[in-house]
Protein backbone atom coordinates (compact mmCIF):
# COMPACT_ATOMS: atom_id res chain seq x y z
CA UNK A 1 0.00 0.00 0.00
CA UNK A 2 2.96 1.98 0.83
CA UNK A 3 4.34 2.12 -2.43
CA UNK A 4 1.24 2.70 -4.37
CA UNK A 5 0.55 5.75 -2.09
CA UNK A 6 3.83 6.91 -3.00
CA UNK A 7 4.39 5.90 -6.59
CA UNK A 8 1.26 6.22 -7.73
CA UNK A 9 -0.87 8.42 -6.01
CA UNK A 10 2.47 10.72 -5.20
CA UNK A 11 2.06 11.42 -1.82
CA UNK A 12 4.96 11.19 0.59
CA UNK A 13 4.95 8.96 3.61
CA UNK A 14 3.38 11.05 6.25
CA UNK A 15 0.44 12.01 4.12
CA UNK A 16 0.60 8.11 3.86
CA UNK A 17 0.56 7.40 7.18
CA UNK A 18 -2.50 10.30 8.53
CA UNK A 19 -4.64 8.56 5.75
CA UNK A 20 -7.74 6.41 7.21
CA UNK A 21 -7.84 2.87 4.99
CA UNK A 22 -11.06 4.49 3.44
CA UNK A 23 -9.39 7.32 2.03
CA UNK A 24 -6.73 5.27 0.64
CA UNK A 25 -9.00 3.00 -1.13
CA UNK A 26 -11.27 6.27 -2.83
CA UNK A 27 -7.81 7.76 -3.90
CA UNK A 28 -6.72 4.39 -4.90
CA UNK A 29 -10.00 4.10 -6.81
CA UNK A 30 -10.09 7.64 -8.38
CA UNK A 31 -6.62 6.47 -9.88
CA UNK A 32 -7.51 3.80 -11.01
CA UNK A 33 -10.70 5.48 -12.82
CA UNK A 34 -8.04 8.07 -13.96
CA UNK A 35 -5.64 5.28 -15.62
CA UNK A 36 -8.72 3.63 -17.01
CA UNK A 37 -9.88 7.07 -18.86
CA UNK A 38 -6.34 7.36 -20.12
CA UNK A 39 -6.24 3.23 -21.55
CA UNK A 40 -9.37 3.96 -23.45
CA UNK A 41 -8.57 7.51 -25.13
CA UNK A 42 -5.42 5.49 -26.06
CA UNK A 43 -7.34 2.57 -27.35
CA UNK A 44 -10.12 4.50 -29.20
CA UNK A 45 -7.44 6.78 -30.90
CA UNK A 46 -5.98 2.71 -31.90
CA UNK A 47 -9.46 1.96 -33.24
CA UNK A 48 -9.39 4.88 -34.98
CA UNK A 49 -6.27 4.41 -36.83
CA UNK A 50 -6.74 0.89 -37.49
CA UNK A 51 -10.51 1.30 -39.26
CA UNK A 52 -8.95 4.21 -41.51
CA UNK A 53 -5.88 2.20 -42.72
CA UNK A 54 -7.57 -1.03 -42.44
CA UNK A 55 -8.70 -1.13 -45.71
CA UNK A 56 -7.84 -4.69 -45.85
CA UNK A 57 -9.97 -5.87 -42.99
CA UNK A 58 -13.32 -6.47 -42.94
CA UNK A 59 -13.77 -6.25 -39.54
CA UNK A 60 -14.89 -2.70 -38.25
CA UNK A 61 -12.71 -2.43 -34.57
CA UNK A 62 -13.95 -0.75 -31.22
CA UNK A 63 -11.93 0.92 -28.51
CA UNK A 64 -12.81 -2.25 -26.35
CA UNK A 65 -10.45 -4.38 -28.75
CA UNK A 66 -7.41 -2.92 -28.12
CA UNK A 67 -8.47 -2.02 -24.25
CA UNK A 68 -5.42 -3.48 -21.58
CA UNK A 69 -6.68 -6.60 -19.27
CA UNK A 70 -10.02 -7.27 -21.41
CA UNK A 71 -12.65 -7.47 -18.86
CA UNK A 72 -12.94 -4.82 -15.96
CA UNK A 73 -11.66 -6.76 -12.52
CA UNK A 74 -13.72 -7.10 -9.80
CA UNK A 75 -14.21 -4.42 -7.23
CA UNK A 76 -12.42 -5.73 -3.58
CA UNK A 77 -14.66 -5.26 -0.68
CA UNK A 78 -13.66 -3.43 2.65
CA UNK A 79 -13.98 -6.93 4.27
CA UNK A 80 -11.62 -7.92 1.77
CA UNK A 81 -8.82 -5.09 2.02
CA UNK A 82 -9.20 -5.14 6.35
CA UNK A 83 -8.92 -9.11 5.85
CA UNK A 84 -5.57 -8.83 3.78
CA UNK A 85 -4.27 -5.99 5.83
CA UNK A 86 -4.83 -7.93 8.91
CA UNK A 87 -3.05 -10.60 7.44
CA UNK A 88 0.26 -8.42 7.17
CA UNK A 89 2.58 -7.02 9.92
CA UNK A 90 1.96 -3.67 8.47
CA UNK A 91 -1.92 -4.18 8.71
CA UNK A 92 -1.62 -5.24 12.05
CA UNK A 93 -0.21 -1.89 12.90
CA UNK A 94 -2.50 -0.23 11.16
CA UNK A 95 -5.48 -1.61 11.91
CA UNK A 96 -5.88 -2.90 15.66
Request: proline share 2%.
Amino acid sequence: MWATAVYDLGLDTEQFYALTLAQFVTLHSRFIESERRLDRRCARLAAVIVNMAGKYSKKSYTEGDFMPGGEEPKQQTMEEMIAILKSSSLGARLVN
